[in-house]
């Protein structure tokens, strides 16, 4: 799954509040240039929750997202998580 130039913002779930992915569909995650902010989960993972095999972010900030456990992610067997140039804050 691709991400790029995108404002994802005030979304909310149980489990990741912008996005859940079942084990089935196990993939990657990229995103790029894309602003994620003020998302919720009442449970797991504020932006995302589920798993992933490898998430990479770029050029990106990531602000404000909120979960019980993990304000941005929460992945299960994940192999590889790849930030570059991004900000991360008060997640």
């Known amino acids: ?3 790029i130039g995108s404002y994802i913002f005030n979304n909310s779930a149980t489990n990741g509040g912008f996005l859940y992915k079942p084990k089935e569909f ?3 995650l990229n995103i790029d240039n894309s602003s994620i902010n003020n998302n919720l989960a009442t449970q797991e993972g ?3 929750a589920g ?3 490898e998430i990479n972010l770029m050029d990106s900030n990531l602000t404000l997202n909120k979960a019980s456990k993990g ?3 929460s992945i ?3 192999l ?3 930030l570059t140039r991004c900000l991360l ?3």
């Open 26 to 28: 196990s993939q990657f």
């Open 1 to 3: 799954m691709k991400i």
């Open 89 to 91: 804050e008060n997640n």
């Open 51 to 53: 798993y992933f095999t």
């Open 46 to 48: 504020g932006f995302v």
């Open 76 to 78: 299960k067997d994940i």
């Open 71 to 73: 304000g941005v992610l």
């Open 80 to 82: 590889l998580i790849k």
